[in-house]
T-cell receptor, first 109, second 118 residues
Framework: GQNIDQPTEMTATEGAIVQINCTYQ??????LFWYQQHAGEAPTFLSY??LDGLEEKGRFSSFLSRSKGYSYLLLKELQMKDSASYLC??????????WGAGTKLIIKP | GAVVSQHPSWVICKSGTSVKIECRSL??????MFWYRQFPKQSLMLMAT?????????EQGVEKDKFLINHASLTLSTLTVTSAHPEDSSFYIC??????????????FGPGTRLTVT
């Protein structure tokens, strides 16, 4: 079966760095997405990785290892507004997104 | 760019009535649109995938006669919840995908519609 695993909740301090891990098992693989979702709002796109390695985009970076079925989202210089759920989603061979349950990130001052 | 709108943003209806939710891609043609449902503190659950001009493909466990999807044009898809019941109360989100845009597999999400059935 297809499965996306990520931690349910994480807590970090404002100004610090946090890494949110995601492991995936999909039928075929066409890339991995990270989305940010604030409470009561729709998800917004953060990153897309299809090749191994680290993609940096401002304070956010995303890493992919296809051989390990593993990705992480790295958030630097955390701000209070980064408090949200972070959704990992794998794109399978049918180009359908398989969603993780999301990681709720709590930022403390 | 890549803006998707939904209307209404929230709706309250009585049990037994039907509710229609519209999803529009404002600045691109959406070859594929997706409808999701999200219950509180849970992740997105894909309900159905629709391609313009063809019947929607429903996920297992989603009643196609209850959740009617029409993808009539490349910029508009509608979801009609028929004979709504309180358990249908949820956050409904649509997303759209276009082969024209850079990153063709990215889904652009609408702002969501919160449905409350009393």
């Amino acid at each position: 079966g297809q499965n996306i695993d990520q931690p349910t909740e994480m807590t970090a301090t404002e100004g610090a760095i946090v890494q949110i891990n995601c492991t995936y098992q999909t039928s075929g693989f066409n890339g991995l997405f990270w989305y940010q979702q604030h409470a009561g709002e729709a998800p917004t796109f953060l990153s897309y990785n299809v090749l191994d390695g680290l993609e940096e985009k401002g304070r956010f970076s995303s890493f992919l290892s296809r051989s390990k079925g593993y990705s992480y989202l790295l958030l630097k210089e955390l701000q209070m507004k980064d408090s949200a759920s972070y959704l990992c989603a794998g794109l399978d061979s049918n180009y359908q997104l398989i969603w993780g349950a999301g990681t709720k990130l709590i930022i403390k001052p | 760019g890549a803006v998707v709108s939904q209307h209404p943003s929230w709706v309250i209806c009585k049990s037994g009535t039907s509710v229609k939710i519209e999803c529009r891609s404002l600045d691109f043609q959406a070859t594929t649109m997706f409808w999701y449902r999200q219950f509180p503190k849970q992740s997105l659950m894909l309900m159905a995938t629709s391609n313009e001009g063809s019947k929607a493909t429903y996920e297992q466990g989603v009643e196609k006669d209850k959740f009617l999807i029409n993808h009539a044009s490349l910029t508009l898809s509608t979801l009609t919840v028929t004979s709504a019941h309180p358990e249908d109360s949820s956050f409904y989100i649509c997303s759209a995908r276009s082969l024209e845009r850079e990153g063709p597999y990215e889904q652009y999400f609408g702002p969501g519609t919160r449905l409350t059935v009393t």
